[in-house]
């Protein structure tokens, strides 16, 4: 069993910055690639980045690259994601997730553990 906790949404002004934790417990952290999805209203849940358990390996989302950064600390047992030159499209619920190996792609079938998820709002 893993649990996933994630903080750090909030609102901000398109343009702004914002920076998702999410701490795992519960598995050796480090054994493990962890992704970050999101999912905004009347929408499907969609892939915006993973990283390999040793942040070696990183992909994102075609709308995302250049403007967010995935990584994480094995130590403190933390994915984080920056968001950075934010719009509102961005707009959503940003859930992390732990995957079932120690690299995975973008598919939500490659994730057997979810967070509860963060608001993150972005203001025109």
């Known amino acids: 069993q893993v649990h996933l906790v994630e903080s750090g949404g909030g609102l901000a002004q398109a343009g702004g910055s914002l920076t998702l934790s999410c701490v795992a417990s519960?598995?050796?952290?480090?054994?493990?690639?962890m992704g970050w999805f999101r999912q905004a209203p009347g929408k499907e849940r969609e892939f915006v980045a993973t990283?390999?358990?040793?942040?070696?390996?990183?992909e994102y989302v075609d709308s995302v690259k250049g403007r967010f950064t995935i990584s994480r600390d094995n130590a403190e047992s933390t994915v984080y994601l920056q968001m950075n030159r934010l719009k509102p499209e961005d707009t959503a619920i940003y859930y992390c997730?732990?995957?079932?190996?120690?690299?995975?792609?973008?598919?939500?079938?490659?994730?057997?553990?979810w967070g509860q998820g963060t608001q993150v709002t972005v203001s025109s």
């Open positions: 997730a732990h995957g079932w190996e120690p690299l995975v792609g973008g598919d939500p079938n490659d994730y057997d553990y």
């Open positions: 519960g598995r050796p952290f480090s054994d493990y690639a």
């Open positions: 990283i390999s358990r040793t942040g070696s390996f990183t």
